[in-house]
């Protein structure tokens, strides 16, 4: 009625009918509807203001609007006659089964004779047919201060860093449920550690643990979402008894469920991030943290009506968990152990004992340890080891076998000791040598013939054979295997020289008397070469020392000199030769 009478008034001074519908906020069409039902019901425009009452408005509102018994028109009745196709065209139970969109609903409606306007069809489908229909909510109560915590991850953008990546950055928000104090922590990755990295600085943020953590599917958090009984990753559960709360996920796509972080993604992205310029992901945590501190936490909030981070310091920092040690972020896997006594945790190699062969064992590993469990107990314990090493214990390989895969002397050697004295002084002189290993298989033959033949005779077999210096294990069989580890060795003893096929006959070093420089000499033997000057020279045989033998004796050089000039040939005369 209100606005029948701004139109008319305006029209009555005599304005136009686009100005009277701007000032009364209708449309120009509308504002000549109403003037029309004016003039009909008897208005003359030269009347005055005072000729405008209530049932003068009245009448007008009927003729403009009449009156709609269940509160809608013709059009709506038809849609009627159509609301089971309707519905099922907006449920998408046709044979695409896909839903219709309104606009293909109206042309539908249009081939089959029933036009109505699209605002009247969209209103239809809405109220009775389904059609976007939108749930009830209630408000939940915050619940007690420094009870719960809502995390959400959330993509805020691209970050260049100083070698040139462009990488997505995703940040991790943590908001107080009853005082709504933030904290933001940016990563590059939504993985367990980087969840439980944020949750560190979080803690350290806000001075302490929150009782229960409402998380979001999570795979590195939740590995199996149920509404009732959602499993949780094993990490994720060592790390929540290590600091001490208690895990609520919420449900698959129920964003409801964690409400006060739901908001905060938007504002955190628009508020913080937008605009802005990191050098590197370092730069952009410290702005965020301090953007946490000073402007998000001092903000005026639009539900609690007061600044956060004074409701988080008077009502939730006294009642929160004390904040945990630094934890050591372990991992957790399923292993199995391999034909050689070993698994690989982390590409490195741990042993275990021969019973536990082919089966699968679950492993935690951090820092410092590794430990190796079947079904909830512990059955080995090792030192961590960097990528590429190995932890052997050697009461894990088999016996016989442990001192030959790591390589221990000292252990093969004392084994061999333990069969007899001698054979492990014998398999320390075979492993003397500058590779060593080298030598383990001729140790593990002698220990061979110590199980076939017994430790005693293989003493006895080392005994002779140190005592004869013979480091063979060849040898050692052999005596074994004739059975001679217990007769002395006879040496072989020296024989007469006996002439041979290549041997020279003694008469060929004997020479015949010539004159010497000195009497006490004898010339060397006709077909020797001279000595060179300086030597002496062999002469004739004198009496042998041996059977076979001659004596040499020697001659200074000068009477050297002397037999070779008397033995030298005369010189031809050139010209009794050619006379001749």
């Known amino acids: 009625m209100s606005e029948v009478r701004e139109v008319l008034r305006g029209w009555l001074d005599g304005a136009g009918l686009r100005t009277v519908a701007e000032r009364a906020g209708v449309d120009r069409k509308t504002a000549r509807r109403y003037v029309q039902a004016a003039q009909e019901a008897g208005l003359d425009r030269a009347a005055g203001w005072d000729a405008l009452d209530d049932g003068l408005v009245g009448q007008v509102v009927v003729a403009v609007r009449p009156v709609r018994p269940n509160g809608h028109g013709r059009a709506w009745e038809a849609l009627l006659a159509h609301e089971e196709q309707i519905r099922a065209w907006v449920a998408g139970d046709g044979k695409d089964a896909k839903p219709l969109s309104i606009v293909k609903i109206e042309e539908l409606l249009a081939r089959q004779g029933t036009v109505v306007p699209y605002r009247t069809l969209h209103r239809f489908a809405t109220?009775?047919?389904?059609?976007?229909?939108?749930?009830?909510?209630?408000?939940?109560?915050?619940?007690?201060?420094?009870?719960?915590?809502?995390?959400?991850?959330?993509?805020?953008?691209?970050?260049?860093?100083?070698?040139?990546?462009?990488?997505?950055?995703?940040?991790?928000?943590?908001?107080?449920?009853?005082?709504?104090?933030?904290?933001?922590?940016?990563?590059?990755?939504?993985?367990?550690?980087?969840v439980i990295a944020g949750c560190e600085a979080a803690w350290?943020?806000?001075?302490?643990?929150?009782?229960?953590?409402?998380?979001?599917?999570?795979?590195?958090?939740?590995?199996?979402?149920?509404?009732?009984?959602?499993?949780?990753?094993?990490?994720?559960l060592d790390y929540a008894q290590h600091a001490g709360?208690?895990?609520?996920?919420?449900?698959?796509?129920?964003?409801?469920?964690?409400?006060?972080?739901?908001?905060t993604v938007?504002?955190?992205?628009?508020?913080?991030?937008?605009?802005?310029?990191f050098t590197d992901l370092a730069d952009a945590q410290v702005a965020a943290s301090r953007?946490?501190?000073?402007?998000?936490?001092?903000?005026?909030?639009?539900?609690?009506?007061?600044?956060?981070?004074?409701?988080?310091?008077?009502?939730?920092?006294?009642?929160?968990?004390?904040?945990?040690?630094?934890y050591d972020v372990p991992i957790f896997a399923r292993v199995k152990v391999h034909r050689d006594f070993h698994v690989e945790v982390a590409k490195s190699l741990y042993s275990l004992p021969e019973q536990y062969l082919g089966q699968h064992l679950d492993v935690r590993a951090d820092s410092e340890l590794v430990k190796l469990y079947q079904r909830g107990a512990l059955v080995k314990t090792h030192p961590r080891q960097r990528p590429g090493g190995r932890s052997t214990?050697?009461?894990?390989?088999?016996?016989?076998?442990?001192?030959?895969a790591l390589r221990d002397l000292a252990r093969l050697i004392g084994t061999c000791a333990g069969h007899g004295a001698n054979i492990g002084i014998y398999a320390e002189r075979i492993l003397d040598d500058p590779l060593p290993w080298t030598r383990m298989r001729a140790v593990y033959r002698l220990l061979g013939l110590v199980r076939r033949y017994g430790p005693?005779?293989?003493?006895?077999?080392?005994?002779?054979?140190?005592?004869?210096?013979?480091?063979?294990?060849?040898?050692?069989?052999?005596?074994?295997?004739?059975?001679?580890?217990?007769?002395?060795?006879?040496?072989?003893?020296?024989t007469a020289a006996t002439t041979t096929r290549f041997a020279r006959q003694p008469t060929e070093f004997m020479s015949r008397t010539t004159r010497t420089a000195n009497s006490w000499t004898t010339p060397a033997s006709r077909g020797t070469a001279l000595a060179i000057h300086g030597t002496t020279v062999a002469t004739e045989p004198v009496n042998a020392?041996?059977?076979?033998?001659?004596?040499?004796?020697l001659i200074p050089g000068s009477a050297r000199e002397a037999i070779a000039r008397e033995d030298a040939p005369t010189p031809r005369n050139p010209q009794k030769e050619s006379t001749r």
Request: hydrophobic share 40%.
């Open 127 to 194: 109220e009775r047919c389904g059609y976007r229909a939108k749930e009830s909510t209630v408000r939940v109560n915050d619940g007690e201060p420094g009870a719960e915590l809502q995390v959400d991850f959330g993509q805020m953008g691209y970050l260049t860093d100083q070698d040139g990546r462009r990488r997505k950055v995703h940040a991790l928000i943590f908001t107080a449920v009853y005082s709504r104090h933030m904290f933001v922590w940016l990563t590059h990755a939504q993985t367990l550690a980087a």
């Open 204 to 236: 350290a943020f806000f001075g302490g643990v929150f009782k229960v953590i409402v998380p979001d599917n999570l795979k590195p958090v939740v590995t199996d979402a149920d509404a009732v009984n959602p499993r949780l990753s094993q990490g994720w």
């Open 245 to 263: 709360f208690v895990t609520d996920p919420a449900r698959v796509r129920r964003p409801k469920d964690k409400p006060r972080v739901e908001r």
């Open 266 to 277: 938007q504002y955190v992205r628009g508020n913080f991030w937008a605009g802005e310029s």
């Open 291 to 326: 953007w946490c501190a000073q402007r998000a936490g001092m903000r005026i909030h639009g539900t609690i009506q007061a600044r956060p981070i004074e409701v988080f310091l008077q009502a939730e920092a006294p009642v929160l968990l004390p904040a945990p040690d630094a």
């Open 393 to 404: 214990d050697p009461a894990d390989l088999p016996e016989h076998q442990a001192s030959y």
């Open 456 to 494: 005693d005779p293989v003493e006895q077999a080392c005994d002779r054979a140190l005592q004869l210096d013979v480091i063979s294990v060849t040898k050692i069989a052999s005596m074994l295997e004739r059975a001679t580890e217990h007769t002395t060795p006879t040496l072989p003893t020296a």
């Open 545 to 553: 020392a041996t059977n076979g033998t001659t004596a040499l004796s």
